[in-house]
DNA sequence: TTGAAAGCGCTAACAA
DNA sequence: TTGTTAGCGCTTTCAA
């Protein structure tokens, strides 16, 4: 020991990885670093993983399947020991046939029941926010999406489309993420001869954005369109949008806990509106 | 190889690392992964990684020095080939000690020359915000920091102090990190008998927090008090706060290019400032 | 308790 | 060109 101190020995962990067939790290996939959305789940994962004594492997996929592949691929070579998915294009069935190198967590509704999964419930908070809507006599809602084909774009649209049956399909707007998502949605609203009295927006930083623009562009907030958006981020407070908490972060820890764990399971996470002044 | 590809053989990754002694990883330092600045740097670095071949290692430190170590462990543990620290609270002569072990890079104004750096000038980019509330006019100015011994926050007092030498330190704000520091801090600020009438603040979401707090307290911006803001990000631009922009995506994709590159440099990045209508 | 050695799965140098 | 084998630096089993 006192050798080792004094040569100043350290361990060469890829040997230690080798030996052992196992690695303490696990990989993460998310479309985008730069989005609140995505770095408050990476934040709830990586303070779950600190304390278990994990490594964090990450790798933005910008949604392209081969990003994804080349992540998921680490299991196969052992690179990692599992990998959380928190949003994907890529096809369940090929997510699946990764199975067999290593665990894999999805952060959404349970695809496949082999496949562990943590998830807000996207079907009942849309319709949550679309009931509060209509319980403030807002009936022409529009609404907004990131990818219109994505997993939880459907099941707002599905929520949706049971509440309004004969709606609209220019009430919806798609590629929904950013602030200046927000601001382009508002012109496009504002232009539009017979538009909707109520959107309910994918996030609260598009729905800043299309507030705001809003605004610039004369109209006031509710009187002349109100808003909900998702995510309950400070910038919802500080701007007095009503808006649909997802606790991400918790989400983010708690994938962290399915991934180490032995067995699967699908958890839901709970939403919960909390009203200001947008509706 | 027809063989190979029957029995589905993959590489294990662990040995190769092992046998080559390196890993085409490389590790990176941020103290929080849900603020913008940070994720817009990740991403930077991200991109410019991919096209390399190299993945990625994070640690999110929340700026403990244990953290910070932790993660420079693993260049001793030749986990990582080299590392970025997009910021730090570790000193600099701890830092030192592992550079024998591998690259790093800093992204900050050269503390070392020996360590590779990337980087905004700190002081002129403070220098040229305080500039341009003078020609406005603006005498009473205020700012905002994060951490107040931080490297950048000491170039950023630096520069105020070589404007305003007769400075009221409490017209000092810190822990400016976020859009409720920013409400926070305008609360404060309302509530001075003799407060500034020109606030220099660390971010645009910090920014953002203060300009609608002061609007909910009733004040006017830029009459009452006029503000600027750091990094340009869209939220400044739907608010329309006049902001230092830093191009933190390319600074990012600078830091890797440094950190996989054999020589040291110092590599100063251009800022600019955007006029808008808060000053 | 300590010591020796097999095995983890590759790369690279060396022979054939 | 193809085939062997000696590392790389650990963990773990088995002997002593």
Avoid at 161 to 186: H, M, P, Y
Avoid at 211 to 240: M, Q, T, W, Y
Wanted: aromatic letters at 8%; hydrophobic letters at 40%.
């Amino acid at each position: 020991m006192q050798a080792a101190e004094q040569l100043r020995y350290v361990k060469n962990i890829n040997a230690v990885h080798l030996s052992l067939g196992k690695t303490k790290i696990i990989g993460v996939i998310l479309p985008f670093f730069s989005h609140p959305y995505f770095g408050v789940i990476l934040g709830g994962i990586a303070s779950a993983a600190e304390k278990g004594g994990y490594k964090l492997m990450i790798t933005q996929s910008n949604y392209q399947v081969s990003q994804e592949i080349e992540a998921l691929d680490m299991l196969k070579r052992k690179q990692v020991d599992g990998v959380i998915i928190a949003s994907r294009e890529c096809p369940i069935d090929i997510v699946k046939d990764y199975s067999e190198y290593g665990k894999i967590i999805l952060c959404e509704a349970p695809a496949d029941s082999s496949l562990s999964s943590v998830f807000v419930d996207q079907y009942k908070a849309f319709q949550a926010a679309l009931a509060f809507l209509k319980q403030k006599s807002r009936t022409r809602v529009g609404y907004t999406l990131l990818r219109p084909e994505g997993k939880s774009s459907l099941a707002r649209k599905k929520a949706y489309q049971e509440q309004f049956s004969e709606a609209k399909s220019d009430w919806l707007f798609n590629n929904a993420l950013t602030v200046e998502d927000g601001t382009r949605i508002a012109r496009e609203w504002a232009e539009m001869r017979d538009r909707p009295d109520a959107m309910v927006i994918t996030n609260d930083f598009v729905a800043a954005g299309f507030l705001l623009e809003c605004r610039k562009l004369g109209f006031s907030v509710p009187e002349d369109v109100s808003i909900i958006g998702f995510d309950n981020h400070p910038i919802a407070s500080a701007l007095d949008i009503t808006s649909v908490e997802l606790p991400l972060h918790l989400l983010g820890e708690t994938a962290f806990e399915q991934v180490i764990s032995l067995d699967v399971s699908h958890l839901e996470v709970p939403f919960r509106l909390v009203d200001r002044n947008s509706v």
